[in-house]
T-cell receptor
Framework: QKEVEQNSGPLSVPEGAIASLNCTYSDRVSQSFFWYRQYSGKSPELIMSIYSNGDKEDGRFTAQLNKASQYVSLLIRDSQPSDSATYLCAGKTSYDKVIFGPGTSLSVIP | EAGVVQSPRYKIIEKKQPVAFWCNPISGHNTLYWYRQNLGQGPELLIRYENEEAVDDSQLPKDRFSAERLKGVDSTLKIQPAELGDSAVYLC????????????????FGPGTRLTVT
């Protein structure tokens, strides 16, 4: 099992809908989790971090962490065309190494 | 507040030539990371510094790659000699971690250097 796994997509949603991005992780990745957004040709930009089980909301974004099932998700409400990007899930190991998944491509259709 | 600065933004070299990348982290950030990102993949860590100390360089191909962060601020990553497979985007990131405490590891990335080896 890869340490951090994501569906590569592309995930397409209509404008105004909820986009749901999922990520699973291995036993090696057990601590903090992060979601980054990366526009084509640009560098990753931190959206949210989550450290404990449950939900964390920031504006239109909600991160959900379930350590028992080893998954973390990102919900984007009221999706906009400007949300079209690749979303990278990352997790931190016990020895402080952050491991990134391959990313999921999101396309929001006007 | 200025973000992470990297130079150059683009570099095209022939194989077997040397190349160097420079990074200046966000002011006050004590932890600096170098990543390599290939198309369609997530960033892969090459080396992590805490102040001047390289605390994780397990993924750095030491036969051809070297890095330094002499004064605990800016850093240089070098490849010598470059190979065709080194073509990628090289990203620098920084974070502020508390001394002796649990860190956030919330990383802020520079714009990257796109390296093409021909």
């Amino acid at each position: 099992q890869k340490e951090v796994e994501q569906n590569s997509g592309p995930l397409s949603v209509p404008e105004g809908a909820i986009a749901s991005l999922n990520c699973t992780y291995s036993d090696r990745v057990s601590q903090s989790f992060f979601w980054y957004r990366q526009y084509s040709g640009k560098s990753p930009e931190l959206i949210m971090s989550i450290y404990s089980n449950g939900d964390k909301e920031d504006g239109r974004f909600t991160a959900q962490l379930n350590k028992a099932s080893q998954y973390v998700s990102l919900l984007i409400r009221d999706s906009q065309p400007s949300d079209s990007a690749t979303y990278l899930c990352a997790g931190k190991t016990s020895y402080d190494k952050v491991i990134f998944g391959p990313g999921t491509s999101l396309s929001v259709i006007p | 507040e200025a973000g992470v600065v990297q130079s150059p933004r683009y570099k095209i070299i022939e194989k077997k030539q040397p190349v160097a990348f420079w990074c200046n982290p966000i002011s006050g950030h004590n932890t600096l990371y170098w990543y390599r990102q290939n198309l369609g993949q997530g960033p892969e860590l090459l080396i992590r510094y805490e102040n001047e100390e390289a605390v994780d360089d397990s993924q750095l191909p030491k036969d051809r790659f070297s890095a330094e962060r002499l004064k605990g601020v800016d850093s240089t990553l070098k490849i010598q000699p470059a190979e065709l497979g080194d073509s990628a985007v090289y990203l620098c990131a920084s974070s502020l971690e508390r001394e002796g405490g649990p860190g956030t590891y919330e990383q802020y990335f520079g714009p990257g250097t796109r390296l093409t080896v021909t």
